[in-house]
């Protein structure tokens, strides 16, 4: 599509969404959006266009530095179920509780006796977020190695995104296998009823944004959009259960 075009599908969403927020507030809905990807997925810019005209007071974006050593003594979910979301608000991860079974696993930041007790509490945890009456939706936002290159290089190259670049973006690349297989026993070990992944295949960034903001409008099945949504472009957005079966890959 062209840019026009996007834009102007852009607008409809980003209409959609405030529809949405609407609802909730009035229903006293708890939604928590959860979002996991390799380096340059594309998260920051998705959850831009998500947020940009929401409410600031119902909406919070959860981005949490490198743990402090009190933090390191706590339960891991401790500092990430403080943010969880009361009535009404919308709580987005930029990522999350996650990370112990991602970049800590492949860079060593925790053990692994820490990381399999991770991977055995975290379906519990979540699906007493389920129980909790919160609407969780789990994204894996998926790159090629090869886009994941471009984006990185552009990253370093521009100054306006220096605050983008970060030690880890270094070892991306090197460590791409490493990722693969975090990732892959990641995702298989934490799909379940209460907190199913859905996965977004990210190396064309708009056609990814329109259809992840189609999945969370559809998923969180307002009843009364002020415009039509369409469903996401199912080669772009999967569940994976479709991984499981074979039907859908992700990139190696």
Not at 68 to 78: A, I, M, P
Not at 134 to 144: H, P, Q, T, Y
Not at 161 to 186: C, F, H, I, N, T
Request: with cysteine.
């Amino acid at each position: 599509m062209t840019d026009d075009e996007y834009e102007a599908e852009l607008a409809r969403l980003q209409v959609a969404l405030v529809d949405a927020q609407i609802w909730a507030q009035a229903e006293g809905k708890k939604i928590c959006i959860v979002f996991e990807g390799r380096d340059s997925a594309g998260k920051d810019g998705a959850i831009k266009r998500i947020t940009e005209h929401l409410s600031v007071r119902q909406t919070r974006i959860i981005a949490l530095p490198k743990p402090s050593d009190r933090e390191k003594s706590q339960w891991w979910f401790q500092r990430y179920a403080k943010h969880l979301p009361a009535a009404g608000e919308w709580v987005i991860f930029n990522r999350s509780w996650y990370n112990r079974a991602g970049v800590e696993k492949v860079m060593g930041f925790s053990t692994p006796q820490e990381q399999e007790i991770f991977l055995r509490d975290v379906t519990p945890f979540e699906t007493m977020l389920d129980d909790a009456g919160i609407i969780l939706l789990k994204l894996w936002l998926d790159i090629s190695k090869k886009e994941q290159k471009a984006r990185l290089d552009d990253r370093r190259a521009d100054p306006l995104k220096r605050l983008k670049v970060s030690p880890l973006d270094a070892v991306a690349q090197e460590k791409w296998d490493a990722y693969s297989a975090a990732r892959d026993e990641m995702l298989r070990r934490s799909h379940h009823a209460g907190g199913p992944w859905t996965c977004v295949k990210t190396d064309k960034k708009k056609d990814a944004r329109l259809s992840t903001i189609r999945h969370i409008l559809h998923s969180l099945g307002c009843p009364a959009y002020s415009l039509d949504v369409p469903a996401p472009d199912a080669d772009i957005v999967f569940g994976y259960d479709k991984v499981i079966a074979g039907e859908r890959e992700l990139f190696k």
